[in-house]
């Protein structure tokens, strides 16, 4: 068995060869930075927000699905706000008696432009009623 003088050269020049990137290594510099995600919430309806790209979109709405309501996506440019799977709830705190419960939606910011995102909140079996509520957001994703 070598000896760890012998293997530490070779295990220096993978290290080396992974940070670099050559053959789809991952980038070991410590300047790259995670890009910030960016939360919308219920007060943010009509406003437009800016997203970097790769950066996660999280919109965050009061909802109280007790009552038959949930927020559905109506609108989206999937190219542009890539959906992150199903939609989260959150329930309310504990200490809370009647507590709001949240719905929260993640996109993934993939390709740069700007996309009108918009959500309705409705029953499903009220199939000729307006939503209740709509929440909609400008982004432009830079």
């Given at each position: 068995m070598p000896s760890i003088k012998r293997r530490w050269p070779i295990l220096a020049a993978l290290l080396v060869t992974v940070c670099s990137g050559v053959g789809g290594g991952a980038n070991c510099s410590s300047s790259q930075k995670a890009k910030e995600p960016v939360t919308v919430t219920d007060k943010d309806n009509g406003a437009k927000i800016r997203v970097e790209k790769g950066a996660t979109l999280i919109v965050k709405l009061e909802s109280r699905p007790g009552t038959g309501y949930s927020w559905r996506v109506v609108k989206n440019d999937?190219?542009?706000?890539?959906?992150?799977?199903?939609?989260?709830?959150?329930?309310?705190?504990?200490?809370?008696?009647d507590g709001v419960e949240y719905q929260v939606f993640q996109f993934k910011a993939v390709s740069r432009g700007v996309v009108k995102l918009e959500l309705d909140y409705f029953r499903v079996w009220e199939k000729d009623t307006p939503p209740a509520k709509r929440f909609s957001i400008e982004a432009n994703i830079t």
């Amino acid at each position: 068995m070598p000896s760890i003088k012998r293997r530490w050269p070779i295990l220096a020049a993978l290290l080396v060869t992974v940070c670099s990137g050559v053959g789809g290594g991952a980038n070991c510099s410590s300047s790259q930075k995670a890009k910030e995600p960016v939360t919308v919430t219920d007060k943010d309806n009509g406003a437009k927000i800016r997203v970097e790209k790769g950066a996660t979109l999280i919109v965050k709405l009061e909802s109280r699905p007790g009552t038959g309501y949930s927020w559905r996506v109506v609108k989206n440019d999937p190219n542009k706000l890539m959906p992150e799977g199903e939609p989260a709830t959150i329930g309310p705190d504990k200490d809370v008696l009647d507590g709001v419960e949240y719905q929260v939606f993640q996109f993934k910011a993939v390709s740069r432009g700007v996309v009108k995102l918009e959500l309705d909140y409705f029953r499903v079996w009220e199939k000729d009623t307006p939503p209740a509520k709509r929440f909609s957001i400008e982004a432009n994703i830079t």
